[in-house]
């Protein structure tokens, strides 16, 4: 019985992601802009999840700019867009090891906009996906559900922002 009930658990929670990410894909909310701090969001968040880097053996890096840039943005679909990335990148690092990485998130002022890179060592992106990821429902992951990366490009076209990827086989991927 406690065997079906933790299979259970899994494949409703399983279903229950998978339902809040179509929401959020197919039902964003316009964002509610306000002055935010970048560093401030990215300290938040990274504070929020350094146990479970701990756990992994995994390293973070913080590069961020001084002074912090200030963005007119919606700091919870920030906070969403940093953990859809942030997830990316531990999961490419666990895919070709089993301990260990590093993960870089660094914040910078381009000129009139400012930028927020997340970094990983792990496999990189094949060429053959490249085209394909920001495009719903495509994954490469076993039990991914194809939406991270659409909500994060929603999110940011919301944001009149761009989105760029850069990868290489072997090396990692800097989103």
């Given at each position: 019985v406690r065997r079906n009930a933790d299979i259970i658990l899994s494949e409703v929670t399983?279903?229950?992601t998978l339902l809040?990410?179509?929401l959020d894909f197919t039902s964003p909310k316009a964002p509610r802009f306000q002055p935010l701090d970048l560093n401030a969001a990215v300290r938040q968040f990274t504070d929020l999840h350094t146990t479970e880097l701990q756990e992994r053996g995994i390293?973070?890096?913080l590069a961020l700019d001084?002074?912090?840039p200030i963005v007119l943005a919606d700091p919870h679909q920030l906070q969403r867009v940093l953990l859809n990335l942030w997830q990316n990148a531990l999961h490419a690092i666990e895919e070709c090891r089993q301990h260990g990485g590093v993960v870089r998130i660094a914040t910078r002022r381009a000129g009139q906009r400012a930028e927020?890179?997340?970094s990983d060592d792990g496999n990189g992106v094949r060429d053959e996906d490249r085209a394909s990821l920001f495009t719903p429902f495509f994954t490469t992951k076993q039990r991914g559900t194809g939406l991270g990366?659409?909500?994060v490009k929603k999110i940011v076209d919301d944001h009149r922002g761009?989105?760029?990827l850069e990868s290489r086989r072997g090396e990692g991927t800097t989103v």
């Open positions: 399983k279903l229950e809040k990410e179509m390293d973070l890096v001084e002074p912090p927020v890179t997340v990366l659409a909500v761009s989105i760029d």
